[in-house]
């Protein structure tokens, strides 16, 4: 079945340390995207890829970093710079230009001790 | 850029009850309106959406209603079940190019059996 996979599901780190969560499709989709999500927050736009090779910062982008190597991977890296990390995360992908038919993943909830 | 408000943030009802989570948004070239669920746990998922050619649409048990004058939609659920517990977001973009949907902070319906 096709979808998207984000991995890990739980993640712990340390203040100070660097994480990468993945996101993998099999959708064929051309963009992808980060959202992050906190309670009462909704969801707020971290950044997003049209193309390969290409991605472009959202609304809260700060700390954060992304590649895009390949059409179906899109990992998000949460570097020491992100001063409040411990969230939800939900990668989705969507056919390019129909970025309103999101697919999301199960999301990554990441907490820092 | 666009700014999407929604209401309520909680909405408590009994099951058989009809439930209306109503958003508004500030960018009149705004053309589609997407609304997600989000179960507990997991990732959102597109449930109905509406462009801004039709005023109502309807799919089962669900309903959206656009009144693009006053730039609100509303999402309208009748005889709701406990499985309609979840967290439910709008949305609004302009469709199609490279227009990123701009999300509501979220309702969390609770639908009491």
């Known amino acids: 079945d096709g979808g998207i996979t984000q991995s890990p599901k739980y993640l712990f780190r340390k203040e100070g340390q660097n994480v990468t969560l993945s996101c993998e499709q099999n959708?064929?989709?051309?963009?992808m995207y980060w959202y992050r999500q906190d309670p009462g927050q909704g969801l707020r736009l971290i950044y997003y890829?049209?193309?390969?090779?290409?991605?472009q910062k959202g609304d809260i982008a700060e700390g954060y970093s992304v590649s895009r190597e390949k059409k179906e991977s899109f990992p998000l890296t949460v570097t020491s710079a992100q001063k409040n990390p411990t969230a939800f995360y939900l990668c989705?992908?969507?056919?390019?230009?129909?970025?309103?038919?999101?697919?999301f993943g199960e999301g990554s909830r990441l907490t820092v001790l | 850029g666009e700014n999407v408000e929604q209401h309520p943030s909680t909405l408590s009802v009994q099951e058989g009850d009809s439930a209306v989570i109503k958003c508004t948004y500030s960018d009149s070239a705004s053309n589609y309106f997407p609304w997600y669920k989000q179960e507990l746990g997991k990732g959102p998922q597109l449930i109905i959406d509406i462009r801004s050619n039709v005023g109502e649409k309807k799919d089962q048990r669900i309903a959206v209603t656009l009144n693009k004058t006053a730039k609100h939609f509303s999402l309208h659920i009748t005889e709701t079940q406990p499985e309609d517990s979840a967290v439910y977001f709008c949305a609004a973009l302009r469709a199609g190019g490279s227009y990123i949907p701009t999300f509501g902070r979220g309702t969390s319906l609770i639908v009491h059996p």
């Open positions: 890829s049209q193309i390969v090779n290409d991605f």
């Open positions: 959708l064929n989709h051309d963009a």
């Open positions: 989705a992908s969507s056919i390019q230009g129909r970025a309103g038919e999101l697919f």
